[in-house]
């Protein structure tokens, strides 16, 4: 099956700021990871987020991590963003579940 890219306007503006060689290595992770297979979770590439409501997904491409969710035929971008800001993304955007928080395992 192969799945329908959707960048948030946020997203787009994120990937536009990274310099040419980050923008050229997360486009090829998407089109290799997120075309076909979404949520085939991976020791490190790809990880199913708890503790949050959205997004479902993280895409690790070097330090950069692409958060995403999956709905049906479509995967849709929220952000693409560096490590060091992740976390505090995650916090802001993730709306954390009562029973446990981003990073908790």
Partial sequence: MTYTIVLAPGAVRELRDLSAFERAQVRDAIER????????????RIKRLRGVRRPHCRLRVGDIRVFYDVSGDQVQILAVI????????????GGGDEESRPGQD
């Fill in 82 to 93: 560096s490590k060091s800001q992740a976390q505090k993304w995650l916090e802001q955007e």
């Fill in 33 to 44: 990871h997120l075309r076909h297979t979404p949520t085939r979770v991976s020791r490190s």
